[in-house]
């Protein structure tokens, strides 16, 4: 073994994390790669000897006492999202704090319709909604509102503890909150539309499940959904409400049929039993009506057009960066509130983290099937980067 391969390896590195994967899977995962890997020999022959010295005490309270590299991540990424997770090898996981502060961005998708108990697609349905209204002007003028300092509410399924329990074991067990969650400061530098999605033009849904009887009632009292509902079928009755003072000349609705052109009878057009004319003989059938008579008379038959059909929800992809706290979902959640509906988060890609940028210093995960011989050279080439760049910071403190 070389000098080069003697050496410590650990530090600070990120991956693209893939979606339908936990970030501790990703964490397990890396470590099957990583235990048995030359790459990370001398940490574990390091890390043995350390152990080895250790009092009888020290080894007896280890919690973990299997021998594999330390690995922990810097900012947890839920399943469905993907995008940049920072990870942490040996003393690395010690600077992992610093990132969960830092301003990141993300680009996301917002599906409007319908509220889920966990503000994405992947949770359980709690309210329906009207959408024919959402357009992409109208969620362009809400934006404005979400932009700068802002007070946000977390989600209720998020990680967060009120009196000592977290708010998502509320929700399970269909019990109230015992209070309201508190809204927190939190700062969006930049928020902007990425691309419109008319209902019928993507492939995002909304989930078929609904949430429990029990789970309802407490996003309702908890999130006021019913409420929100409320406002969504206002605002939907109040456009079309203008549409049809719109159509109206005066500015008056009618629900009465225009008045007919006051023409002459034609005698050929009778109710039948009424009076004959009399060039007609009693054993003749009147003759037949001509069809440009009827036509724009009282022959012609009430114009009926049925409503287009029904292609969906529209939905709209975002891009945006924020400070720490900041929760995507709770964006999504009250975006759809503030035009009239309802919505949650469908697609979630964290594009930067800190200094660690998609496409341009972050590990692909694909990489790592490919064998030690091609992951190892990315991985150590990316832990020197972060070695130099914390020396370079060190000296100009």
């Not at 015992?178 to 930049?190: A, F, G, L, M, Q």
């Not at 939907?236 to 049809?244: I, L, Q, S, T």
């Not at 964006?331 to 759809?336: A, I, Y």
Request: a neutral charge; hydrophobic letters at 30%.
């Amino acid at each position: 073994m070389s000098k080069a391969q003697l050496k410590v390896i650990e530090g600070v590195f990120a991956i693209n994390k893939p979606p339908d994967i936990s970030s501790a899977q990703v964490i397990r995962n890396l470590q099957q790669y990583f235990n048995p890997s030359s790459l990370f020999a001398p940490w574990l022959a390091a890390e043995r000897a350390s152990r080895d010295a250790e009092s009888r005490t020290q080894q007896r309270r280890r919690k973990d006492k299997r021998l594999q590299i330390k690995i922990g991540h810097g900012g947890t990424l839920d399943p469905m999202a993907t995008g940049v997770l920072i990870m942490g090898v040996g003393k690395g996981t010690k600077e992992l704090r610093g990132f969960l502060e830092c301003t990141k961005s993300y680009e996301a998708t917002v599906l409007f319709g319908g509220a889920t108990d966990t503000y994405d697609t992947l949770g359980k349905v709690l309210r329906r909604a009207e959408y024919g209204h959402v357009t992409r002007e109208k969620v362009e003028n809400e934006l404005e509102k979400f932009r700068g300092k802002i007070m946000q509410r977390p989600p209720i399924y998020s990680a967060l503890r009120v009196q000592g329990k977290r708010l998502y074991e509320y929700a399970r067990e269909g019990k109230e909150v015992p209070t309201e969650i508190k809204e927190r400061p939190v700062e969006v530098k930049e928020l902007q539309i990425v691309e419109w999605l008319d209902g019928g033009s993507h492939g995002y849904k909304l989930p078929e499940e609904e949430a429990e009887v029990e789970a309802k009632e407490l996003a309702g009292k908890v999130l006021h959904l019913d409420k929100a509902v409320a406002g969504a079928r206002e605002d939907v009755n109040g456009a079309k409400r203008k549409r049809e003072l719109e159509d109206c000349e005066d500015g008056v609705v009618s629900n009465k049929r225009p008045a007919l052109e006051q023409e002459e009878p034609d005698p050929r057009t009778l109710m039948s039993g009424g009076l004959q004319s009399p060039d007609q003989k009693p054993s003749e059938p009147p003759e037949p009506v001509s069809p440009k008579l009827a036509v724009g008379h009282f022959h012609t038959p009430p114009q009926t057009s049925s409503p287009p059909p029904d292609k969906g929800p529209p939905a709209v992809k975002l891009r945006m960066t924020v400070t720490s706290g900041f929760y995507v979902r709770s964006l999504s959640h009250d975006l759809g509130e503030a035009v009239g509906s309802l919505a949650c988060m469908s697609e979630l890609v964290r594009t930067r983290q800190g200094d660690f940028e998609l496409g341009k210093n972050v590990l692909e995960y694909e990489v790592l099937d490919k064998g030690e011989d091609i992951w190892a050279p990315h991985v150590e080439e990316l832990l020197k980067q972060w070695e130099q760049k914390a020396a370079e910071q060190d000296k100009g403190r």
